[in-house]
Structures are given as C-alpha cells and as structure tokens.
C-alpha cells in the first residue's frame, strides 16, 4: 500500500479552521483495499464547492461529542466541521474531531462479522460469516449461560455513547455483570466526591466568576479536564485568565501549562494527600473558614464519642446546642450549633467533628508537607494564604436577583484522582475547599452536570460489607466495601479465586468498543485471565488486540454512521441535547450497535415482553405512554429515537435534529445552576467532612480478617501514610506516571494517519539532568524497568527518551497511546507503559481504583 502522507490526504480550506477533506489525490493502490467504491471522484474540493450536503451530527472519536457538520458528496462524507451553535465546541473541532474522517475510510476497518478458526491466545486466522450466522453463534452462548448462572456472563465497555441502550438496557435484559472502565480514568475522584458532597464526577471551576484556581494535574493543553474532552474547558480558561484569574499548577510535570500558569509546583508523584492536609492545617490554623457553611451543611457539628463513633439519640446524630446548653439532634428546630469544642453528654466525652479534624490537622505542617512533597514550606503556606484570601469568606452575590455565597477559588482535576491515595486525596481536596465554603458557591469549587444529589450519597454511607463467596469484581466485600468495579481486580480474581473468595470464573464475555489487553494496566494479568473465558464476542471498528488474542466472533461496528444517544451536551452554564445521527449508511457490512443489540436480544430469546430489552427501553428513555415501544414488535433505531424526541417535547421528533443537529440551547437558571440556591440549600443534606462509615468499614473489614493493605486508608478523616510504591529498591530511584496527548484518544486513534504522522512514536521523557547523571542523551534507546513492592516482580520495555526540562529530575513519563500490534499504521510506535503498571495491593485505591504510579528504573544497554 502507499503510504498516506498528509500531503496526499488533506486539503485545508481558507475558511475558520483547517477543516479536513477527502482528496482526490488518493491513489488508485488505496481505494482498491475497500470493499466497495467510496468515494469515486467526488472528494475534490471543487466539487465540494459546487454542492454539497450538510448534515449535523456528533464527534465521534472524542469523549465530549462535540457538535459536527458532515458535508457529503454523492453520499458519502468528505468534509467535516464544528457546529457553530453547539454550547460545547462553538463552531471548533480538536486534531481528533478533524481526523476522524481519515477513521470513516480506513481500509483497515473491520468490513464483515469475523468467526476464528484458530486457537485462542495467539494472533487470530479469521473467515467472514454473515450477520446471521455471527449473532446466533453469540446468542446461543449467551442464552446457555444465561440459563445456567447468569453470573457466568460479563460485559465489558470501553466507549459506551448510549449509556440507555447498552449499559443498561441490554445489560439488565441478559443478567449480565457489567464492567467498566472508570476505575483507569477517574472513578476514586467520583466515589469521594459522591460519598462527601454527592456530587458525581471530579473537580472543575466556575470559570465565569473564579479568581484563582489550583489546577491538580490538568493537563490542559493536552487532554480534557473533568468529564469533558478537550474543547470546552481551554475555551472557558482563557476567557477567565482575561479576566485576570490567577493559575497555580500542582503537576510533577509542567506539561503545556507553562504559559498558562502563574506558578508549578513540581510536586512528588503521590502525595498529593500531604499537600491537601497541609493547606487544611493553615487553613484552620489561619481562621480561614466559612462558619456558616461548616455549620449549617456539613456534619462538622456533630457530636463524636471517644470511639470514632458519632452520637446518637434514638437513631438521631447529636449536636451541641448553644442556646439550651445541650446535646440536641442535628435537625431540631431553633438550635445553634456549635461548631468547635469538647463536651460531656451522659457522662461520656465528645467532640464535635470539627474539633476532631482540628486536633487530626495538627500533625500536618507545612513544614512537615515539605518533607512529604519536596515543595518550599513557604509556598505551600502561600498558597493556603491565597486561597484563604481570595475566597472572600462571607462575601455574597446577586445574579438573576438571586443572593448567593461568592468563593472565587476552584480546582481543576480528573486523571490525577487514580493513584494509591486516590479516594483521600480527593476526599482531602474536597474538605479544604469546604472550609472555605465554596462547594458550589458563585466561582468555586464545581463537579457534576446533573443538578441533583446523586444516589450514592446515601448508598456509599449505607453498605453492608458481606461474607463470601463475592461477585467477581468483589462488590460489598472485605476487601473493596466502596468499589469502583475494577476490571484488573475482576482478572486477578479469575485467577486467584481463592485468595479473594470466589466461587465462579466467568465463561463468556461481551466486550463493547474495549481493548483490555492494551488499554487496562497490567497487561499480564489480563493475558491470563482472558485465557479462562471460554467464549468471548467483540463488538467493535477495528480489529483490537484483545480482539485478536481472545474473540470467537467478531460484530464489526459502524464509526460515525449510526445512531446514538440521547445526549446532554452542557457546557455547565447552558443545557441543550444532541444525537449522533448518521451522516451516511453504514460502510462495508458494519452496523450501529443498537442494530447489532436489537438483533443480538432478539436471538437470545430478551426482545419481545415484559422485561424484554425494549421493555427496558421504555424505562431507560422515559418514553411517557403516547410513545411506548410496542412490546412486541421489533422497533427501527431511527424510530426509537423519533419517540424519545416527541416523548421529550419535541414537537417535529427526529427530525428537529435531523435539520438543527441539536435541541434549543437555554441557559441554566441561578436557581438551578448553583447548589446553594436549591430549595431546600445543597439538596438539604449534610455534607460529610466526617466518614463516619468509612472507620464502620474498617473495624468491619478487620473483623473478618482483612489484610490490612485493604482496610488501611478507611479512615473517617484522610491520613496520611507512605505510598506501597517507596518501598522498592533503591535503584528504583524514579517514578513512573503517564500522559495524555490531544492527538490521541485512548487506543482509539493512534492509527489515523494525520494523527499518527504527528506523535508516531512513544517516548521516555526525562529531565535532562536526571538523564546525563545515568549517562544517557536525548534520542537514545532505553529500558524502562519497574518494580512491584509488594511482589517484588520487575517489567521491563524500551523506548528512546526525550529531553523535557519541564518535569522533575526523579520523574519520568510515558504516554498511553502506544503498544499496538495490529494495526499496520500504529504498530511500530513502541509500548505502552500499561505493561509495566501493576493492579493488586499497593497498586490501587482503597475503591479498587488503579493507580498509575510505580517506581522504575532507566538505563541503557542491549540486554
């Protein structure tokens, strides 16, 4: 095949942004490797400008699904552009969202559903089936273990962008167990912020009215930010550092915040915990705390006995009222309580939870901080100081006529949250802004789009930690009461049943738009563990490494050509939904995978009836009766979507997004917009600067015999310990973390030509002081070896290193994009540093979140 250069493939127009177009410079060697004419001679720019087709739709490749325009020729798509109304992307497309269209026409797409003909565990030898053929095969595994022990099937997502109609829909009509992958991006974030303010997702500002902001290893230039991709925040941060916002980074690695940051911390890799108590130990110590908000929503008044435990009356947790003199319950009318003190009830001793955290603070100075960090003890004194003063404590509001708290001070951060300290450190994180009473506040400390408390706020304070056997990812057991469902943790239970109280090994999976064997960490783990599964399907674009190793069947997905949905597309200030509509018919023999999910029910037995999987939708979507999808009747997808559109008020169905890709965008009222403004304040619950029930899970986990690498961090106020990784070796004298690049999305883009022709290869960057120390220059090949501290076990990969002055001497990274060994166009860009990352005790978060920390060593040489 000749190679696809970006001279070859692109053209860029002279309008607003370099729009990417199929050109007609494609040779004739290329369009003989598709299985049918796609593009004929339609894809010149001429014929572009001389009528085309604009169809709205939604990005595909990326996590935010900006809005897109498709302009197609004779059928087929040839230009791709921001939509300009779209809240999220304005008329923008990232590298990705532009090269895309390279993705549509990749010769190397899976073309028609594949069966294997060899043995597993090895490169697969493949022979084309038909659609009916491929989904009786699977159907007929799945009905079989379905009727035997629903337990036995699990099915794993990668990408899910109909979170209705495959997470839950076809997932509750089969039994399945499903499996995530949250807990290798940000889930440690999301459980601490659920259990603590209930709020679900990571941290982000209000960017519109904040002030400072402490950006936690955002990778801004690079990747996205909390639950957004790329676009939208780097828009929203610049239009506030115009403003005049301040920016302090806390990144072991500059990365490209350099010109956007008024101050780097280089901070250690793993002990963000450290920094967050010592900024809420100057904090306290300094009087810089919003008493009304620590009192009137957050636990911190109530009552603690000298067993960690609070006090109750009749079930009801107890306060020390300063009006009557006494403990009162938390909720009686006319009471003030006290925030700080010691007393007695009863005879016995307590302190409010306030005093407690106060007392627990004192250990954690600056000066001690330093240590811990290897950050000034004056810098991370400062920073306590400006953010004390630039909260404004006290200070109100008026938008909309409405009276609100004003704190403008936020955080920025998602991917950081998985490390071994994960859940406390955010949970950490958290609490500091708490003092400052700027959890939702006008310019403060923001996390979910969903303007509600989320259901885990009462679920994560209210588990009951069970006796074995457990479930296959160990849900409510000993060892991860909170638990982020972790797929390596899932492995190594396959292989180690015993160890972790098991009493099945799952038989059949169904992985959706997943690569385990080269997305999850700890790739040995996984190559093992899949050799248990005795039937494994694969729903997906392109032929994956776990696709290659370990599927029987193959169902080959459409990309950008099908429906999906429905989708919110808010930018936090404005609500509008979208769905990905097709721009054009499926290429080759693919099919979108609600076709494939419908067919796929309807052979196994779960389509039709009561409980069905269009029963399910019905629920799923919230069809209102007018609607409903007849139980017994095979629905069309296009259909589906018309119903979900006029069940939602929208009159024309469908086909308002067909013509406006997007429903009308309205801004979100104050009333709504801000927590504080909510009728009753904050959803009228008590934010939990005190986890009670985490020391409940604790003395329950050692009641059952836990080892204490489990049950350690379950503490009801985040301490500090040293992280498992330090105590490797000596020679192990670096840490490993990994990065994201724009060019890429996870595993999903590597392979684009004009992607891959920009980032081609991975890459060890090092500080170059650390570097010559060991004798190595800029360019040379290295081997990158880590060290487990708990199994002692060591991995090793090679790759060239690059000078990056910008990262700190005792740290290196790698970028996840890397390790394919499929796809002909990605397959030489060197490893991944998942292989060298370990999943197991020391190397995840108390939830099961994974870490992506380790301690490695560098050096040169062949061997």
């Known amino acids: 095949m000749g190679s696809l250069s970006r001279r070859r493939f692109l053209e860029v127009t002279a309008g607003g942004g370099a729009a990417v177009v199929v050109a007609s410079q494609f040779g004739d060697d290329i369009l003989d490797q598709f299985s049918s004419p796609l593009l004929g001679e339609v894809a010149s720019k001429s014929a572009l400008e001389s009528g085309s087709t604009v169809v709205p739709t939604t990005c595909w490749i990326g996590k935010q699904d900006c809005g897109m325009l498709a302009h197609l020729v004779d059928g087929r798509v040839v230009k791709l552009e921001g939509h300009p109304d779209h809240p999220r992307n304005r008329g923008t497309l990232c590298p990705k969202g532009q090269a895309q269209i390279m993705a549509f026409y990749d010769p190397y797409r899976l073309k028609a559903p594949l069966k294997r003909i060899n043995e597993k565990g090895v490169p697969g030898e493949w022979v084309e089936v038909s659609w009916d053929e491929a989904l009786t095969i699977v159907g007929d595994r799945v009905r079989e273990v379905m009727d035997r022990d629903p337990r036995l099937l699990i099915w794993q997502k990668g990408r899910s962008k109909a979170k209705e109609f495959y997470d839950n829909a076809f997932v509750e009509a089969v039994g399945a167990t499903k499996l995530g992958h949250g807990a290798y991006c940000s889930d440690a974030a999301y459980r601490a912020e659920e259990y603590t303010i209930g709020f679900h997702g990571g ?81 306290v110590d300094r009087g810089y705390i919003d008493i009304e908000y620590l009192t009137s929503h957050t636990n911190s008044p109530f009552l603690v006995k000298e067993d960690g435990f609070f006090l109750r009356s009749e079930g009801k947790e107890q306060v020390w009222d300063t009006v009557s003199n006494s403990a009162r319950p938390f909720d009686a009318t006319g009471i003030s309580p006290a925030l700080e003190g010691e007393y ?35 810098t991370i004194g400062n920073v306590a100081e400006e953010l004390g003063e630039n909260a404004l404590i006290g200070s109100k509001i008026v938008l909309e006529g409405v009276e609100l708290p004003y704190r403008p001070v936020g955080l920025m951060a998602y991917h950081v949250a998985q490390q071994e300290h994960g859940f406390q450190a955010s949970r950490a994180a958290t609490i500091v802004f708490m003092l400052l009473g700027a959890i939702e506040a006008v310019g403060g400390l923001r996390v979910d789009f969903t303007r509600g408390i989320h259901k885990n706020f009462s679920v994560l304070d209210n588990i009951v930690v069970k006796d074995p056997p457990y479930n296959i990812y160990l849900k409510d057991s000993k060892f991860f009461p909170i638990n982020s469902v972790n797929p390596g943790i899932m492995a190594l239970a396959m292989l180690d049943p015993a160890k972790y109280e098991v009493d099945y090994t799952p038989e059949v999976a169904i992985l959706h738009m997943c690569n385990p064997l080269l997305s999850f960490l700890d790739q040995k783990v996984f190559l093992e563990a899949y050799k248990k599964l005795k039937f494994v399907a694969v729903i997906d674009a392109w032929m994956s490494e776990t696709a290659d190793y370990f599927a029987d069947i193959i169902l080959p997905a459409a990309t950008i050509e099908k429906y999906e949905g429905p989708i919110n597309v808010t930018d936090q200030y404005s609500d509008a939904e979208s769905l990905r509509l097709p721009p054009m018919d499926p290429l080759f023999k693919t099919r979108g995978e609600i076709d494939i999910y419908i067919d796929l029910c309807e052979k196994v037995g779960v389509l ?52 406006f890709g997007i429903s009308e965008v309205k801004p979100i009222p104050v009333n709504k917009l801000y927590a504080p403004a909510w009728d009753p ?178 050096y040169g040489g062949e061997d």
């Open 203 to 283: 941290f982000h500002p209000d960017f519109r009215h904040c002030r400072y902001l402490l950006s936690w290893g955002w990778n801004m230039v690079n990747a996205g930010g909390n639950k957004l991709c790329w676009i939208t925040w780097p828009q929203q941060f610049l239009e506030a550092r115009e403003r005049g916002m301040k920016v302090v980074t806390l990144d072991p690695w500059r990365r490209g915040m350099g010109p956007h940051t008024d101050e780097w911390l280089p901070i250690r890799p793993g002990t963000d915990l450290a920094f967050f108590l010592a900024l809420a130990n100057v904090l």
């Open 344 to 378: 007695t009830v009863g005879g016995e001793k307590v302190k409010t939870s306030f005093q407690v955290f106060k007392e627990h603070l004192a250990q954690y100075t600056p000066t001690w901080a330093a240590s811990v960090c290897d950050l000034p003890a004056s």
């Open 608 to 659: 039709y009836g009561e409980g069905g999987y269009i029963d399910k939708l019905n629920s799923e979507l919230k069809l209102s009766e007018e609607y409903v999808l007849d139980l017994n009747l095979k629905p069309a997808v296009r259909d589906i979507f018309d119903r979900w559109a006029k069940s939602s008020g929208y009159e024309e169905g469908i086909e308002r997004f067909e013509e």
């Open 681 to 858: 304040p904050y959803g009228g619950i008590k934010h939990r600067l005190y986890g009670e029930s985490l020391k409940r899970y604790q003395d329950t986990m050692k009641e059952k015999g836990t080892a204490q690498a489990f049950w350690q961090d379950y503490t009801a106020l985040p301490t500090w310990r040293e992280p498992t990784m330090e105590r490797s070796p000596s020679d192990y004298n670096l840490h490993l973390i990994s990065h994201h690049k724009i060019e890429y999305k996870q595993s999903r883009s590597t392979f684009i030509p004009l992607l891959n022709e920009l980032e081609p290869e991975q890459r060890v960057e090092m500080n170059p002081s650390a570097a010559r120390a060991r004798g190595i220059a800029e360019g040379d090949e290295v081997w990158v070896e880590s060290h487990n501290a708990v199994t002692q076990e060591t991995r090793r990969v090679r790759a060239k290193v690059e000078y990056v002055e910008g990262i700190r001497p005792d740290t290196v990274s790698m970028s996840h994009h890397y390790g394919f060994w499929v796809h002909p166009k990605a397959k030489d860009g060197g490893p991944t540093p998942n292989f060298l990352f370990f999943t197991g005790e020391g190397y995840v978060a108390m939830t099961a979140d994974q870490s992506f920390h380790v301690k490695v060593k560098v």
